[in-house]
């Protein structure tokens, strides 16, 4: 019987040895791809609303993480390296767009329910639709890419707890907004 050293169980790795592993071996890239691919896709589908773009852009965004791997730094904090590419993705996907028009009001008949949602959806959207595009980003890293501060922080330069009061307290003003827009308690 010999002495044989078993691989890695690459689930336990952290992403900093991931990353040693795929710049020794490419095909291991797979795992980067795997741990992170939904998140990148609920960002891009959150910012485009769009399935098909969403997709595209998810591709692009590994496609050029791999590219470009070799300039992450370990010990950085990958996810926020990972992100700041999908930000950068997405901006150029609206650079290269022509401007739209928004619709601003949808006469809606049918099922009572499904237009209280469809008209929830809409006065969500008009609130966010107000916010700075760099508030946006916070809720969207925060709520759909699920970074956390820290993480958050890297991204944005700011640290952590700036990050968690600004999130605190745009949400808190989204809420009281939705509340006076709606006339009630949520």
């Known amino acids: 019987m010999g002495w044989f050293k078993s691989p890695p169980d690459v689930t336990t790795l952290d992403d900093d040895a991931v990353i040693a592993l795929v710049c020794d071996d490419p095909e291991k890239f797979e795992i980067l791809y795997e741990r ?11 910012r485009t609303s769009q399935v098909q773009i969403a997709e595209d852009l998810s591709s692009e965004i590994f496609l050029r993480v791999l590219r470009h791997l070799d300039s992450y730094r370990p010990q950085g904090n990958f ?13 150029d996907h609206y650079r290269r767009q022509k ?9 809606m008949k049918g099922d009572s329910k499904m237009t209280q949602t469809v008209a929830n959806q809409l006065l969500v959207a008009d609130m966010l639709s107000d916010l700075t595009d760099d508030e946006r980003e916070l809720l969207v890293l925060r709520l759909e890419a699920e970074l956390t ?8 330069g700011k640290t952590a707890n700036a990050v968690r009061v ?5 949400l808190k003003r989204l809420r009281a907004r939705y509340e006076t827009m709606i006339g009630g308690e949520v």
Do not use: G
Request: proline fraction near 4%; aromatic fraction near 16%; charge should be positive.
């Open 99 to 107: 401007p739209s028009i928004a619709i601003d009001h949808i006469q």
């Open 149 to 156: 501060a820290p993480e958050i922080a890297e991204r944005t």
């Open 79 to 91: 996810a926020a390296w990972l992100f700041r590419i999908a930000h950068n993705v997405v901006i």
């Open 166 to 170: 600004q999130i605190y307290r745009l």
């Open 36 to 46: 992170y691919f939904q998140r990148i896709y609920r960002y891009c589908l959150k």
